[in-house]
């Protein structure tokens, strides 16, 4: 896919667009990964008939590293900018991790722009119990030094406990250069330090389509369905649990992710 590109807030955001007169889809990957991340759903997607657009958010693979915000919500201005750039009225939102959030701040301050919402891994408030201070510890020296993207690279591979693509090898080492560049880690760490207590506060309003997806090994909780079931509550949402997949259920297993958010899709159409 080509890449394309808008100016908003005074910087580029990247994306690739698969083209079409299909509805369209928004992808967004979490912090620390790239657009690439949604490579092994998108196929699903447009043989299904759906137009998919895959955003870069704030910081990260081919869109500006420099920012003045990088916060949940910020990133969910830039989607409705996007929205506006592509000139469409009806959008659902897929969204990983941190870009979970994002995705449900667009919704809030765009709801009639916003027709439903698939999170995935969604990390959309702080732990309910504080981490422990060595973890705390291990990420600031982690983040301290010329180690750091070894450091965050090491943390990645671990959120594919079951198995990995096998263009992992290849798609990690275009992670990696990525993150090289000036100004990547330090917007990274920005993002993790942020508290979501906000996003927290307007999950569910107004109330849209919502789809929880989350695998049984998701290493960012203590017991990841117990998380989906409390967003679900949240948000009125359904959910997908992923037996042993861990932070990227559709990357890791997207045979079994595509079918039940496909069958979603339909219920919204």
């Given amino acids: 896919m080509a890449l394309h ?24 990957p979490g912090m620390g990964d790239l657009r690439g991340e949604y490579r092994h759903l998108t196929p699903y997607l447009t043989q299904a008939g759906y137009r998919v657009v895959t955003l870069d958010i704030r910081g990260h693979g081919d869109t500006g590293a420099q920012w003045t915000d990088y916060s949940a919500h910020a990133v969910g201005r830039d ?11 009806e959008v659902v939102l897929l969204g990983n ?18 027709s ?40 990645w591979d671990t959120l594919f406990p079951t198995r990995k693509p096998a263009d992992h090898r290849s798609y990690r080492a275009h992670l990696v250069a990525n993150l090289r560049e000036n ?9 993790i330090d942020l508290s979501k207590a906000d996003t927290e506060g307007i999950l569910g309003v107004p109330p849209k389509p919502t789809l929880i997806v989350m695998g049984t ?7 990841p369905t117990a998380e989906a079931q409390w ?28 079918p039940r958010l496909l069958n979603f899709l339909k219920g919204v159409r």
């Fill in 217 to 223: 090994k998701d290493p960012d909780f203590r017991d």
């Fill in 79 to 89: 989607i409705i900018a996007l929205i506006d750039h592509l000139g469409v009225t």
């Fill in 5 to 28: 590109s808008l100016q908003h807030d005074g910087n580029t955001l990247a994306f690739d667009d698969t083209g079409g007169v299909g509805p369209l889809i928004i992808a967004l």
């Fill in 231 to 258: 967003l679900a509550s949240r948000t009125r949402g359904e959910v997908m649990i992923v037996e042993g997949a861990g932070h990227y259920p559709h990357t890791e297993m997207p045979e079994q992710v595509a």
């Fill in 116 to 155: 439903a919402v698939a999170m995935l891994g969604p990390v959309v408030r702080d732990p309910p119990q504080p981490p422990p201070f060595f973890i705390k510890a291990i990420l600031e020296v982690g983040f301290a030094g010329p180690w750091r993207v070894n450091f965050w690279t090491w943390y």
């Fill in 97 to 114: 991790s941190f870009a979970a959030g994002a995705a449900a701040w667009a919704a809030h301050d765009a709801p009639e722009k916003i």
């Fill in 183 to 191: 100004g990547r880690m330090r917007a990274l760490k920005t993002m």
